[in-house]
């Protein structure tokens, strides 16, 4: 708005259009700003609502609170073990589903028609 409020009294110059695209990267910079500003807030918040949940759960791992402040090579670390217990989860469900479809089938061929 201000662009075209203003362009006609100044004859859209070259130095208008400097101005005003200065104007508008200095605006766009300290929007950019705000925006990270909060979206720190917000992650530092989450973060310590998760460390208190972690701190609450008996069995949690403690050194899970601390996650954010791990090296890279840690945390590859870590995800590689989670990946482990994830596939560890996967086929143990694997084996109880197996099971259960087994002992369904026996039960059906066990009773009397």
């Known amino acids: 708005m ?8 100044f004859h859209y ?5 400097l101005i005003i695209n200065t104007g508008t990267t200095i605006v766009t910079f300290l929007m950019v700003f705000l ?4 979206q720190n807030r917000d992650a530092k918040a989450v973060h310590l609502k ?4 972690i701190r ?8 899970l609170v601390d996650l954010e402040k791990m090296s890279d090579d840690e945390l590859k ?7 482990r217990l994830r596939q560890h989860a ?6 109880t589903e197996h099971a ?3 002992a369904e089938r026996i039960a059906q061929t066990a009773e009397p028609h």
Do not use: M, P, V
């Open 35 to 38: 925006i990270q500003n909060t």
């Open 13 to 17: 110059s070259d130095t208008w259009q």
């Open 90 to 95: 996967e086929t143990a469900a694997d084996k």
């Open 56 to 63: 609450a759960l008996k069995g949690a791992r403690n050194k």
């Open 100 to 102: 259960a479809a087994k």
């Open 50 to 53: 998760l460390d208190e949940l």
């Open 77 to 83: 670390s870590l995800e590689e073990q989670f990946t």
């Open 2 to 9: 201000i662009w075209a409020a203003t362009g006609h009294i």
